[in-house]
């Protein structure tokens, strides 16, 4: 079974350009998490999607960060213009949320570096 | 303490012993609890949940136990592999939404 799906797996960019991060959650499910992980405050939820729709983006640093959810198969991150305190690994993570005991499956994440 | 660690503590055990990761959670509310592992490179790997109204669950290889009296959740996991070297998480979700908060893990080293 196709697990969650995130691309690019590592992006170097330098700061202040635009970087659009990509996920494919698992079919069927309808919650949609993005986090981002560093040594310094391990995961942390910037945002989370039901029924494509944003909930809860108390998480997202600042106006620089968005995303989206144009379907129930695709997701976006961006951030926009990137700086280097952005550098980070950021991971998609969905549920199905029927009920609420349900696990987040997270996919393989991608290690961004902004130089 | 606060939701979950603070700093990433370390265990190193011999291949073929049993492993006791613990963790402390903050939130009295919390009513579901997720072990996750997390190998070198890739995303956090769903191992074993438990609900609230649960003190104990096992899978294979592997057993939770949940003391809310004392607000501490514990991974058991039986005859340890090298393979099992991993950080493991913890995570709670409150009895209100939806959210996981994570703890920062724990460094599990498994020597051969």
């Known amino acids: 079974d196709a697990g969650v799906i995130q691309s690019p797996r590592h992006e170097v960019t330098e700061m202040g350009q635009e970087v659009t991060l990509r996920c494919k959650p698992i079919?069927?499910?309808?919650?949609l998490f993005w986090y981002r992980q560093t040594m310094m405050r391990g995961l942390e939820l910037l945002i989370y999607?039901?029924?494509?729709?944003?909930?809860?983006d108390s998480g997202m640093p600042e106006d620089r960060f968005s995303a989206k959810m144009p379907n129930a198969s695709f997701s976006t991150l961006k951030i926009q213009p990137s700086e280097p305190r952005d550098s980070a690994v950021y991971f998609c993570?969905?549920?199905?949320?029927?009920?609420?005991?349900?696990?987040?499956?997270f996919g393989d994440g991608t290690r961004l570096s902004i130089l | 303490g606060e939701s979950v660690g603070l700093h990433l503590p370390t265990l190193s055990v011999q291949e073929g012993d049993n492993s006791i990761i613990n963790c402390a959670y903050s939130?009295?509310?919390?009513?579901?609890f997720i072990w996750y592992k997390q190998e070198s490179g890739k995303g956090p790997q769903f191992i074993i949940d438990?609900?609230?109204?649960?003190d104990k669950r096992q899978g294979q290889r592997v057993t939770v136990l949940l003391n809310k009296t004392v607000k501490h959740l514990s991974l058991q996991i039986a005859a340890t592999q090298p393979g099992d070297s991993a950080v493991y998480f913890c995570?709670?979700?409150?009895?209100?939404?939806?959210?996981?908060?994570f703890g920062k893990g724990t460094l599990l080293t498994v020597n051969p």
């Open positions: 438990i609900r609230s109204n649960m």
């Open positions: 939130n009295s509310a919390s009513d579901y």
């Open positions: 079919s069927g499910h309808n919650s």
């Open positions: 999607f039901n029924n494509n729709v944003p909930i809860d």
């Open positions: 995570a709670e979700r409150g009895g209100s939404n939806y959210k996981l908060t």
């Open positions: 993570a969905s549920s199905l949320a029927d009920s609420r005991n349900q696990p987040q499956h």
